[in-house]
């Protein structure tokens, strides 16, 4: 009979804390932590690939992958996500590379140098993905860029740099703080 109890109490105990799934457009501001936003309708797939786009010159190949269950922490408490990462490259005219990201690894609590990590899907009800870019050097760059959905060969990319302030002792003057991404909205992207 003690184990019976003792089996219930710890049933009960696992159940209180058992995970719950939210489609990804559900906000996670007021929901359980441990919570799992999930892609149930593969609403990030059409994303996912590599693509390329010429601007002012130069040539930015994008390559898109989507990670399942990726942890994150908002207002203090952690949940799971499945997210969109973006690695890219940025050449010249002359075809050297500029700046590149394909090769980083982007770990949960890791270094997020150029890292551009889905934030949210389809808010507006417009086929639009919403993403954070953390920046270059010192956070330079960092701030928002959105992909519209064309077609299943094209989006559209939007990308907002916000403002960083940049000082001698954190951020050494010798480092690049060029933001080589192509600073415009609707740029076209297409799927190699």
Excluded at 93 to 99: A, C, K, N, P, Y
Excluded at 152 to 163: A, I, R
């Amino acid at each position: 009979m003690k184990n019976i109890l003792l089996l219930s109490f710890i049933v009960a105990i696992v159940s209180c804390k058992a995970q719950q799934t939210y489609p990804l457009s559900q906000s996670a501001v007021d929901m359980p932590e441990n919570s799992y936003f999930k892609d149930f309708n593969n609403e990030l797939d059409p994303y996912i690939g590599t693509w390329k786009a010429s601007f002012n010159g130069k040539l930015i190949t994008l390559n898109i992958n989507k990670e399942l269950e990726r942890t994150f922490s908002l207002l203090g408490k952690y949940y799971l996500t499945d997210q969109l990462i973006v690695r890219y490259e940025v050449r010249d005219s002359s075809g050297t590379v500029i700046q590149t990201s394909l090769s980083n690894t982007y770990p949960a609590g890791g270094s997020v140098k150029y890292l551009i990590i889905s934030t949210s899907i389809n808010i507006r009800g417009n086929n639009e993905v919403n993403f954070a870019y953390a920046g270059g050097n010192c956070g330079v760059g960092g701030g928002e860029i959105s992909l519209k959905q064309i077609s299943s060969t094209q989006f559209y990319w939007s990308y907002y740099p916000g403002v960083t302030t940049l000082n001698d002792i954190t951020c050494p003057p010798n480092l690049d703080y060029h933001i080589y991404l192509p600073e415009t909205e609707n740029l076209v992207f297409t799927k190699q």
